[in-house]
RNA sequence: GCGGGAGUCGCCCAGCAUGGUCAACGGCGUAAGACUGAGGCUCUUAUCCCUUAGGGGUUCGUGGGUUCAAAUCCCACCUCCCGCACCA
């Protein structure tokens, strides 16, 4: 019962204002007009202006809502700027996560069908085509379209393609062959994680769990074993080659003999399926136990010396190659198993082997010094460790070995290396062993990581791979160059981007897999998808020409299969004659020149808009190949990056369930609410925390300024009443109004939005309340046209983020036309009257002073006596102002010294020191801003504004019997019997309350 | 390891770029009052400590420094978070 009242009281409020009604009717209302569609117009100023296109495989949530909420309002703030504004939208189809959903779907995936199901309320038969990947890519490619308009965005939708459309093929297949004849393109081996039944790179999200796989590299130093087999044993610590006492084998599985790159190695099964992978030449010739090489001998090829096969359990043999050698001086699991194995004479019995070895220091460090027990002892003693299955062997391996990594130095009397740091001794010894053939380089995942699809990954080294080579020093040059001459917002990112220019080096750009554009001169390879999305911004101004079906050509439409370079070239670059390009294409000349002529007008992209996970990535690339490929004039001019967002304080995902559809939280809180809150919860940088109470929060302050426009718009609009004369705070709330065009217009310019939409929902209101308590004190009505100005600048400044809701209102207001095309507001500056805020300063300032006294003193006035500064003190004020504006002066003793020479002031300074002090004070305490207007100041009567303020001293004490007496201190006549006046200071008045 | 960022009044969070308007915005919580049959709604007020005249004291991770003045600038330290490649 109780729910349904609640319910019943929300639905009235709705019938007032409902956001589904208003976002629909005027959604219609800009379609119907075409506004947001623009052209070519030669004497208007163009301001393009792009953001990252989406990936259509999932509907979109809140998260993706903020950078494109972002975008538009960058678009419409720009727009009522007066420029002719093109904001496009693309969708990116490319890449493999889609065709890889198709894949599940044609595999019945359970999981994934359940979401298509449960979560995205996506009917059984649309599902089932779900098993051609284009089909998932336009539907949601439909859905978060549907999603951009119902938010509001003011798209030009004309211009739309995806990235596997005919025409965009053309044009990436351009963008290749150019990158290509500039030697930016590479080829060449790189190792990855791989899963072996998708026979593709696999990384975190194409893994169970999520799980990056994370590579390591093994150095395999090679042992011989009775001359014609080798023991290869990988380690990552190549340099600990000369503590080397002994090799480890587990004695309980089985080994093979296999022929890698014709030698024969002794490995585990294991190891060879690994080698395989890693381009090694890989066939197995027979099986032998562990237990078979116990108590042999290996020779250590690097000393020339001879070291016993010992067993051991902790040797795994999904490890590396399931041999390793044994350092046991610095390495505590060493050092374990061949304590334990002392201790073990069942073992030593065995296998008749006798247990004589001397650890071999090579490293010392501060921690461990050369003249103790080995630092493999030590620790193990350090940490009271029992055997080598002791978990805590791990801690302290991991201990250790960090230790020496970073302050380890190798003794002085070892061989070659001695002396060095560890770091310096370990590339020596990698890359002698590697040029001898006694080692050399085999890479592992760090970590078991499965593939989505169940199998086991591991390493594969792609050969023949195709890279773009971010490393080339000339690129990197110009890279620089173009991040210096663009704006980025905010600053502070910048730093950012020149690490990623320095740091990024060859980058894959081709896979086996996905949908997209084939690599124009090796069929086999797909273009990848952060390589064709970062010039694509070109292809807006002439999308819309371009078809991708033969039978909807026309004369003024050019059929994709008709594009060659040569057209490109032309249109982007300026090369070739029209005349040649236009014999070679099928396309006329006069419409090359027209096509040539819109991309020159609308680029360069005069803003790119995008979060700051593409940093690093996207961002870069499209710095990197607008600085390859255009000319300068045609680089990007900004780059705009914001934060995250989080849903109440949590990062969104799939196994926290707190993803929300856009669309979903559009149909329950409407568009505007939904901006305003992704928008206005934190600064640009930051991430921004959602939550359905803050969109409700936005949402009731949105009716009341509703309610108040209202009301406003019943009484004004019956009378017009336009002000005749007008008093302090009507001068005062005009100048507010040009105060807030300022303050709100310098925010948008430098994105900081937050405070932008600070000024207007909240500052803005605070102004309106101080004013109606000013008019309702005297007894007036404040629904005049200055009120009007108000509004109308309010709701001007608001529509850009609330785009749907301002229309409403402005229509409410008795306009005719979109406020979406309405002009900024403008500052007047004969509206600003600096001289208003010191008047209502002190009005307020006198109401908070009696207030503290009446808090104090608990006395309840009856009569108020306010004191004015003395001549002296007003003109001593204006000289202090002076010399800590003007001369930076501010101690005191400098300032006494000057003033008890000052005709004027002298007798003052000299009589009342400590008044003088706290006059610096007081002005030492109020901004520069005040500081200077004060400065400025011709005259201040305060008795003017204290006059003024008696209606509002009676209504704020409450006495309507209230007498209020205003004097200047040098009033000779004036009551005073606690002799207060004298600690009147300017903009100070004394006060006294009976 | 390399790179980036953060630590603010019970909690969340603004301010720091351009030092002074800062005992420090806003929200939550808490307390009192108004409204109401009653409220979990809405509104008002208070919310670091002391104070019978508008005042004083101590605060912005820790410790120093610069300055007439530091949450804000500089140095050192402590703690926490994020990104690091073949993926959108």
Redesign the pocket.
């Known amino acids: 019962m109780?729910r349904m009242a609640e319910n019943s009281i929300e639905k009235a409020s709705n019938l007032e204002l409902d956001w589904g009604r208003i976002g629909e009717k005027w959604r219609k209302k800009w379609a119907e007009n075409n506004i947001f569609e623009s052209e070519l117009e030669p004497n208007k100023k163009k301001y393009f202006l792009t953001v990252a296109y989406p990936?259509p495989?999932s509907p979109q949530h809140v998260g993706h809502g903020r950078t494109y909420s972002l975008a538009d309002v960058h678009a419409r703030y720009k727009r009522m700027k007066n420029y002719n504004v093109l904001f496009p939208m693309g969708f990116?189809y490319?890449?493999?996560?889609i065709v890889s959903m198709s894949q599940r779907i044609l595999s019945n995936d359970k999981e994934l069908i359940d979401t298509f199901q449960q979560i995205y309320k996506i009917p059984n038969n649309v599902i089932s085509s779900f098993k051609d990947p284009k089909k998932i890519a336009r539907f949601f490619h439909e859905e978060i379209k549907q999603g951009m308009n119902e938010m509001g965005y003011s798209i030009d939708w004309r211009r739309e393609f995806t990235t596997i459309d005919n025409g965009y093929s053309k044009f990436i297949s351009w963008q290749f062959r150019n990158l290509r004849e500039k030697g930016l393109i590479v080829q060449g081996s790189?190792p990855?994680?791989w899963c072996p039944r998708d026979q593709?790179?696999?990384?975190?999200?194409?893994t169970l769990g999520d799980i990056?796989?994370e590579l390591i590299e093994y150095v395999l130093v090679k042992f011989k074993y009775e001359e014609q087999y080798v023991i290869p044993t990988a380690t990552l610590r190549p340099e600990t080659i000369l503590g080397v006492t002994n090799l480890w084998i587990n004695p309980d599985i089985k080994y093979v003999i296999a022929s890698v790159n014709n030698e024969k190695w002794i490995i585990t099964r294991e190891a060879a399926r690994k080698l395989e992978f890693l381009n090694f030449s890989v066939s197995i010739i027979s099986e032998i136990y562990g237990s078979d090489l116990v108590g042999k001998l290996a020779l250590d090829q690097f000393r020339k010396k001879h070291v016993p096969i010992y067993p051991a359990s902790f040797v795994d043999p999904n490890n590396g190659t399931g041999i390793v050698m044994s350092v046991p001086a610095h390495s505590p699991y060493d050092y374990q198993a061949l304590d334990d194995l002392k201790k073990d004479v069942n073992t030593s019995r065995k296998y008749d082997i006798i247990i004589d070895i001397v650890p071999i220091k090579l490293i010392h460090t501060d921690l461990f010094h050369s003249d103790e027990s080995s630092p493999a002892e030590s620790i193990i003693t350090r940490y009271s460790i029992r055997d080598q299955n002791d978990p805590k062997l791990e801690e302290a391996t991991n201990k250790l070995y960090s230790e020496e990594f970073h302050n380890g130095i190798l003794l002085p009397d070892i061989d070659i290396v001695g002396n060095l740091s560890v770091l310096e001794a370990r590339k020596m010894i990698r890359e002698k062993i590697i040029k001898e053939d006694i080692g050399t380089i085999m890479y592992e995942l760090k970590n078991q990581v499965k593939c989505r699809c169940g199998a086991s990954c591991v390493v594969k080294i792609l050969t023949n791979q195709w890279?773009i080579n971010y490393g080339d020093e000339k690129w990197k040059k110009l890279a620089y160059e173009l991040l210096d001459r663009m704006e980025i917002l905010p600053e502070?990112i910048r730093?950012?981007f020149r690490?990623v220019i320095d740091?990024?080096?060859?980058?894959?750009?081709a896979?086996k897999t996905?949908l997209g554009t084939k690599l124009p001169w090796d069929n086999e390879w797909i273009i990848?998808?952060?390589a064709d999305s970062v010039i694509y911004m070109a292809y807006y101004p002439l999308s819309k020409y371009i078809i991708n079906d033969e039978s909807q050509k026309t004369e003024d439409r050019i059929f994709a299969d008709d594009l060659n370079d040569d057209f490109f070239d032309y249109v982007f670059l300026g090369k070739k004659e029209p005349n040649v390009v236009s014999k070679n294409s099928k396309i006329s000349k006069q419409f090359l020149e027209k096509i040539r002529n819109e991309f020159l007008y609308f680029y360069p992209v005069d803003s790119r808009h995008s979060g700051r996970?593409?940093v690093?990535?996207?961002l870069a690339f499209f710095i990197f190949n607008h600085a390859a490929i255009f000319d300068k004039d045609k680089w990007p001019k900004q780059i705009v990056v914001n934060g995250s967002v989080l849903m109440q304080?949590k990062k969104m995902s799939k196994s926290l369930g707190n993803i929300i559809p856009l669309r979903h939280a559009i149909e329950e809180y409407g568009a505007d609410s939904i901006r305003l809150t992704m928008l206005a919860s934190?600064?640009i940088l930051?991430d921004s925390?959602f939550s359905f109470?803050l969109v409700k929060?936005i949402r009731s302050k949105l009716y009341e300024i509703y309610r108040t426009i209202g009301a406003h718009m019943s009484i004004f609009s019956k009378n017009q009443n336009s002000l005749e004369q007008n008093e302090l705070e009507d001068i005062w709330i005009s100048n507010r109004i040009q105060h807030f065009i300022l303050e709100t217009t310098a925010a948008i310019e430098?994105f900081?939005i937050r405070e932008a939409l600070h000024n207007i929902l909240?500052l803005m209101d605070s102004d309106l309340q101080w004013y109606q308590k000013r008019k309702s004190a005297k007894n007036k009505s404040m629904q005049n046209n200055l009120l009007n100005d108000f509004f109308e600048v309010r709701i001007k400044l608001l529509s850009p983020f609330a785009p749907f809701f301002c229309e409403e209102i402005w229509e409410m207001m008795g306009n005719h036309s979109f406020i979406s095309l309405s002009q900024w507001p403008e500052v007047n500056n004969s509206k600003i009257y600096p001289k208003s805020e010191d008047n209502e300063r002190l009005i307020q300032d006198?109401i908070?002073?009696i207030q503290?006294?009446t808090k104090?003193?608990?006395?309840v006035p009856k009569k108020i006596m306010i004191y004015t500064a003395s001549q002296v003190k007003t003109i001593l004020y204006k000289k202090l102002l002076e010399k800590i504006q003007r001369q930076?002066i501010?101690?005191f003793g400098i300032m006494m010294k000057e003033f008890v020479n000052d005709s004027e002031v002298k007798d003052f300074v000299k009589r009342s020191p400590d008044l003088v002090k706290k006059m610096i004070d007081d002005i030492?305490?109020?901004?520069?801003e005040?500081r200077e207007r004060r400065l400025q100041l011709d005259s201040f009567n305060e008795t003017i504004p204290l006059q003024d303020s008696i209606s509002l001293l009676i209504s704020e004490t409450g006495n309507d019997q209230l007498k209020v007496s205003i004097y200047s201190e040098d009033n000779n006549d004036k009551y005073d019997p606690?002799q207060?006046s004298k600690?009147a200071r300017p903009f100070?008045?004394?006060?006294?309350?009976?």
């Open positions: 109780k990936y495989n990116h490319t890449g493999t996560p790189h990855v994680g593709n790179p696999v990384s975190q999200h194409d990056e796989p890279f502070e730093q950012e690490n740091w990024l080096k060859e980058r894959a750009c896979r996905g990848e998808s952060l996970d593409l690093p990535n996207h304080g934190a600064e930051q925390d109470d929060g430098k900081r909240y006198i908070l002073d503290k006294i104090v003193t608990k006395i930076s501010t101690n030492l305490s109020e901004s520069i005040v606690k207060k600690f100070k008045p004394a006060i006294y309350i009976e």
